[in-house]
Antibody, heavy 121, light 107 residues
């Protein structure tokens, strides 16, 4: 059974760095043709893709947020970590991690439940 | 950046009726398009990928069509559990973008 679970702080202050962890089970981060993406959703708004990381450690970042994002993985721990620097209240959102797999054209097929991060002083 | 535009923003439909949702890309994405359903407080669920292929476990009443820049999601006979927000997403390259969503509500 494939599951993903996001964890991290619920509240961060402006200018701080956010670190989120996605712990996966039911698949390995070393599996070829597979990866993990981060996607966020501000309250009442649409989804926004942030970053991908693949089994070969290849990475992609949102153009608009690239300077603030870092994605990495620890295969032995089955974890993917996303850091976002210089947080601002507009970054308040539910942050999701999701599996991507070639079997579904790399469209995210399994999602975590999401974690709401509020940016406020 | 490829901009995805969904219409209408809200669609009011009676149970049992057909719903047709549209998604337009600002440039061709070939068939690299997915549709998701999202209910309040839940993560999105993958419905369709490759513009027209249903994901595992998705009922046959959901169908997708289109290629290039124009796409459609059709729900042939709306069930009570289908009232939700639907998003399209392009993955023509690794720089994904989502539409702003269409809310399907009970008429």
């Amino acid at each position: 059974q494939v599951t993903l679970k996001e964890s991290g702080p619920v509240l961060v202050k402006p200018t701080e760095t956010l670190t989120l962890t996605c712990t996966v089970s039911g698949f390995s981060l070393s599996n070829a043709r597979m990866g993990v993406s981060w996607i966020r959703q501000p309250p009442g708004k649409a989804l926004e893709w942030l970053a991908h990381i693949f089994s070969n450690d290849e990475k992609s970042y949102s153009t608009s947020l690239k300077s603030r994002l870092t994605i990495s993985k620890d295969t032995s721990k089955s974890q993917v970590v996303l850091t976002m620097t210089n947080m601002d209240p507009v970054d308040t959102a539910t942050y999701y991690c999701a599996r991507i797999h070639a079997v579904h054209d790399y469209a995210p097929d399994y999602w975590g439940q999401g974690t709401l991060v509020t940016v406020s002083s | 950046e490829i901009v995805m535009t969904q219409s209408p923003a809200t669609l009011s439909v009676s149970p049992g009726e057909r719903a047709t949702l549209s998604c337009r890309a600002s440039q061709s994405v070939s068939s690299n398009l997915a549709w998701y359903q999202q209910k309040p407080g839940q993560a999105p669920r993958l419905l369709i990928y490759g513009a027209s292929t249903r994901a595992t476990g998705i009922p046959a009443r959901f169908s997708g069509s289109g290629s290039g820049t124009e796409f459609t999601l059709t729900i042939s006979s709306l069930q009570s559990e289908d009232f939700a927000v639907y998003y399209c997403q392009q993955y023509n390259n690794w720089f994904w973008t989502f539409g702003q969503g269409t809310k399907v509500e009970i008429k």
